[in-house]
């Protein structure tokens, strides 16, 4: 082999090489719920790159991915109540970054943008809610709290980035105070027990009281229309008759005033039944 072609081959492999560093460091992509941040020779381009495909001057161009998902990071914050009570607040916050605040955040902030941006003003926020509260009224209050303290931090932390929602995990009390908040909420069950009791006993007894005077006034009203119209105790026996003819029985001396009611359908059975027993 003569030195011209080796000269050559040696030429085409350092062409070859640079074509594929070319073409390795002048495309990028950006995946999907990423935007990317274009810097060149230190300078950052104002527009973010979209997720997909695409062309950069290699070598002096690099594209920075930044994330726009929903992210949910668990933090938590130490209180006090208006009752000088410490109260421990656990919480998820869920946020994410605009598409517009992509480039603004990578050049301006530095670090993990909850750590420096969202968890000191939620911890403020929080901070501020709960020391309006008493340690009670915030275990009782929660949902009231968590959306107070929301509203609070969405202001500090304005439009830059978003914080969709923040839900409240555990709160945590000292021992002495969740003993007495029980002990309190036990004797508020009890005291309402016994209202209950007594709002039962005296709707029976003015039940009791409609129903007797109900009573009282039907039995005034019956004797006065029997006083008035004396044929109506003989409607009240029409309506009540089974059908059948009664028959008396006087006493069995002369004079006695024992007598029998008897209803005329088991006198003729007993005549009838007598033939036969005498057969």
Not at 103 to 117: H, N, R, W
Not at 205 to 214: L, P, R, S
Not at 230 to 240: D, W
Request: glycine residues 6%; charged residues 25%; aromatic residues 6%.
């Amino acid at each position: 082999m003569s030195g011209q072609t080796l000269a050559r081959l040696i030429g085409v492999a350092i062409l070859l090489f640079a074509v594929i560093i070319v073409a390795s460091t002048g495309t990028y992509t950006v995946e999907p719920g990423f935007r990317g941040v274009q810097v060149t020779l230190g300078k950052v381009s104002p527009a973010f790159k979209p997720e997909g495909f695409g062309m950069k001057a290699p070598m002096i161009t690099h594209i920075h991915p930044i994330s726009v998902r929903q992210q949910t990071r668990v933090m938590k914050s130490e209180c006090y109540s208006s009752d000088l009570q410490q109260v421990t607040v656990e919480l998820a916050v869920l946020y994410r970054i605009p598409e517009a605040s992509v480039v603004k955040i990578f050049q301006e902030y530095a670090g993990d943008p909850f750590e420096t941006l969202i968890a000191p003003r939620v911890n403020e926020a929080l901070k501020e809610v709960c020391a309006l509260q008493s340690a009670e009224m915030i275990v009782k209050k929660r949902e009231e709290i968590k959306s107070k303290a929301l509203a609070a931090a969405r202001l500090k932390i304005g439009p830059i980035l978003t914080v969709e929602d923040m839900v409240i995990q555990n709160i945590q009390l000292s021992r002495e105070l969740e003993a007495a908040i029980e002990a309190k909420m036990v004797q508020e069950q009890e005291a309402a027990k016994s209202r209950f009791i007594q709002q039962k006993a005296q709707i029976e007894a003015e039940t009791f009281v409609i129903k007797a005077k109900g009573e009282a006034e039907a039995i005034a009203i019956r004797g006065e229309a029997l006083k008035q119209n004396p044929v109506f105790i003989e409607l009240q026996i029409v309506e009540k008759w089974d059908g059948k003819t009664p028959l008396v029985v006087g006493g069995a001396a002369e004079g006695s005033p024992v007598n029998m009611l008897l209803p005329m359908g088991d006198l003729q059975k007993a005549r009838s039944e007598t033939p036969k027993a005498a057969k």
